[in-house]
């Protein structure tokens, strides 16, 4: 559609209908459209929705006062500029249509240079009005919004963010003339997922429509942050982008509750069901065996697999209640023996005869997110690789910070480049809206990856050349990783 004023003019003579539309018309600096009447020029002022009005006061049926005083009662039309045109003996009725709400005037006959400054004067203040009530109302959303909203330039730099941006990121409202990088100011307590993401962004290769995500890892003192970045290019030459940060941190916190729940149940209670189950059964088939040696065995180990399962039930219980607690303990959770996390999941999955392990023997902290990750991993170790025939590598190395690597190596075929760049991101489905939904794949890995990154760490997956197969690596934080020097290899 064209940019250009749009003009309407409102009068019964055809003679100046004609001289006003080609004045008007010669530099195409207008749109023009025209009724000889008013009742077609109020049509048309609510159809062709002009940015000034030239209007005739006396004409037959509707009068041109008339139209003027309906124009302003309308509640869409009533800002629309108003030009009357007149003759010298009108001007009772000029007075009377200015009283009506009439911008302007021109008697008839008119000079075409009064005419063209009148109409771009009021024509180009009128857009100007517009332009800036639009500002006014875009700055009043902007600094009210209860979600972190900012405005960058075409280099990714801080134009203007509002007061909740300015609360969660730390920025300043505008950002003056030291041009702050957003993505340097916010990536200073927020990781972004995928970690490449703002750089994609600045080199153009983050497809439009395509957002992400950046998270605050758990802290002390705060629980983990995870909020969605979607993206809006602004009108205009400036080339500036609205960037809308939408808190999903609750979103994902019952993604993960359920799914950590659901997991350690899976995990946990299979076993002592596998016991009590089959033997309970046989005792409903068989009825009543008093006295007989092999039935009181029976019942014992009935009895004993009820109390397994009455415990595993509390542990995870407690473990849930671990990941999940609403009040934040500045005490730092108990260190926990790295060994038996993992054996115990290698267990689960049928690996612990094969699972070699290099390094020093660790204890870690968060030790109910590593039994949710282990599991996860392992389990799809023994049911998608070589692992259960070919065994496989748990290599651990410590840093000087107390964080450290926990690698996790099965040899084989590795996986396509592509496959390997998927595996982890189902929870991020960046060709649509962020929504925290676990997909229902099965897999568990991009809530085990999620899992680490509240705590601090992170989740990788690559293929080895030599030898091949797929390498799991686990990210612990700072602090959450003290070697057992007595038991060190």
């Known amino acids: 559609m064209s940019d250009r004023s749009r003009i309407l003019v409102i009068d019964d003579d055809l003679s100046v209908r004609l001289r006003l539309s080609e004045l ?86 008119f000079s075409s240079a009064e005419l063209r400054a009148k109409v771009r004067t009021i024509t180009r203040l009128n857009r100007f009005r517009g332009l800036a009530g639009e500002r006014d109302r875009f700055r009043w959303l902007l600094d009210h919004s209860l979600e972190p909203l900012v405005i960058v330039d075409g280099d990714g730099r801080l134009v203007r963010a509002n007061a909740r941006a300015q609360e969660v990121f730390g920025l300043p409202a505008e950002s003056g003339a030291e041009k702050l990088e957003l993505a340097a100011a916010v990536s200073r307590h927020f990781r972004a997922d995928p970690p490449d993401a703002w750089e994609a962004w600045r080199e153009g290769r983050l497809p439009d429509g395509t957002g ?19 993206r809006q290019a602004l009108e205009g030459t400036t080339k500036q982008t609205l960037l809308k940060f939408t808190n999903r941190s609750g979103w994902v916190r019952r993604e993960l509750e359920t799914f950590t729940f659901q997991s350690l149940i899976a995990h946990k209670i299979r076993t002592p069901l596998n016991g009590l189950g089959p033997i309970l059964s046989f005792l409903e088939e068989c009825g009543s065996f008093e006295g007989d040696p092999e039935v009181s065995e029976m019942l014992r180990l009935a009895r004993k697999s009820a109390e397994r ?79 259960p025939r070919l065994g496989m590598n748990l290599a651990v190395r410590a840093g000087a910070d107390g964080g450290g690597e926990i690698r996790l190596f099965a040899p084989g075929v590795g996986l396509p480049p592509d496959v ?70």
Request: proline fraction near 6%; include cysteine.
């Open 24 to 109: 008007l018309t010669a530099n195409g600096d207008f749109n023009v459209a025209e009724a000889d009447n008013g009742t077609d020029g109020l049509r048309l002022v609510s159809e062709f929705s002009p940015d000034l009005v030239l209007l005739d006061l006396m004409m037959p049926g509707i009068s041109g006062l008339e139209v003027c005083t309906r124009v302003r009662q309308d509640p869409v039309a009533r800002e629309v500029p108003i030009i009357v045109l007149s003759a010298a003996d009108e001007s009772d009725a000029m007075i009377a249509a200015l009283d009506a709400g009439a911008d302007d005037y021109l008697r008839k006959p």
């Open 212 to 230: 992400f995500a950046i998270y605050q890892p758990e802290t002390p003192q705060v629980a983990p942050r995870w909020f969605e970045v979607e």
């Open 309 to 387: 399962l009455e415990e595993t039930l509390l542990s995870i219980l407690r473990h849930h209640e671990a990941v999940f607690q609403p009040e934040r303990s500045q005490t730092p959770a108990p260190l926990q023996s790295l060994a038996e996390i993992a054996q115990a999941a290698a267990q689960s999955a049928g690996l612990a005869a094969g699972l070699v392990w290099t390094g020093p023997r660790c204890s870690v902290a968060h030790a109910a997110v590593l039994e949710v990750v282990f599991n996860e991993l392992l389990g799809n170790y023994g049911k998608f690789s070589e692992a």
């Open 420 to 489: 390997v760049a998927q595996l982890g991101r189902p929870f991020w489905q960046l060709e649509g809206r962020f929504s925290g939904e676990v997909p229902g794949m099965g897999l568990g890995l991009a809530t085990a990856r999620m899992l680490l990154r509240n705590v601090g760490g992170d989740l990788t997956f690559a293929n080895s050349a030599e030898p091949s197969g797929l390498v799991s690596t686990l990210f612990l934080p700072a602090g959450s990783l003290q070697v057992d020097l007595v038991h060190a290899l």
